[in-house]
């Protein structure tokens, strides 16, 4: 089953503006990862956020979390024509290692 | 190439035969998992293995399916008797054993099964 859900399900930008999708969750997590998939590379890793942290960057990714709202942002700027693809939030609950993925967005950069 | 590999890519059959699907993860790698995906959907688990160890397998694993790791190194997935249902992308990943703070993930390509 999946964890939680993505905010919005599409979202259709143009180049160079930032991309913001959020993510939803249910139960108390260990950590929060942000993958990436398109069918050029497959499900690629973005991001690991803790349940301690509250804000990571990596590059052009900025991640928040916010575990008393069971929720997180991912953060996309200067979108790229290659950043097109779909995004997915995967949470890990402590005491396993299994991802639960939600239901992804599905971003499109208009060049 | 290092990463994570799975063969075949894509795996064609009739329903109710019989299909083996193979993942070699990273070799330093201990931890191998199974996720199933079908369209617009996010990947669920399967199952995962540490080392050759089957650690936790879902509720969607039926008993049609069964999952092996001989020697902690690929791993085989193989679905008997398949159905119409069964008709997904099965994706193996691979990961070090993490310190308790979590490890990503490092996906293959996946297998394209369609079940005619």
């Known amino acids: 089953s999946q964890q939680g859900e993505e905010d919005p399900q599409a979202l259709s930008i143009q180049e160079g503006e930032n991309a913001t999708m959020n993510c939803s969750y249910k139960t108390s997590i260990n950590n929060l990862q942000w993958y990436r998939q398109n069918s050029g590379r497959g499900l690629v890793h973005l991001i690991l956020i803790r349940s301690n942290e509250r804000e990571k960057h990596s590059g052009r990714l900025r991640v928040t979390l916010d575990t008393s709202k069971k929720s997180s942002s991912l953060l996309i700027t200067a979108s790229r024509a290659a950043d097109t693809a779909s995004y997915f939030c995967?949470?890990?609950?402590?005491?396993?290692?299994?991802?639960?993925f939600g239901t992804g967005t599905r971003l499109t950069i208009i060049p | 190439d290092t990463g994570v590999s799975q063969d075949p890519r894509h795996k064609i059959t009739k329903r109710g035969q019989n299909v083996t699907f193979r993942c070699d993860p990273i070799?330093?790698?201990?931890?191998l998992y199974w996720y199933r995906q079908t369209l617009g959907q996010g990947p669920e688990f399967l199952t995962y293995?540490?080392?050759?160890?089957?650690?936790?397998k879902s509720r969607l694993l039926s008993d049609r399916f069964s999952a092996e790791r001989p020697k902690g190194s690929f791993s085989t997935l193989e679905i008997q008797r398949t159905e119409q249902g069964d008709s997904a992308m099965y994706l193996c990943?691979?990961?070090?054993?993490?310190?308790?703070?979590?490890?990503?993930?490092?996906f293959g390509p996946g297998t394209r099964l369609t079940v005619t």
């Open positions: 995967a949470t890990v609950n402590f005491g396993n290692e299994k991802l639960t």
């Open positions: 070799s330093e790698h201990n931890r």
């Open positions: 990943a691979s990961s070090p054993q993490s310190s308790g703070t979590g490890h990503e993930q490092y």
């Open positions: 293995f540490q080392n050759e160890a089957q650690l936790e």
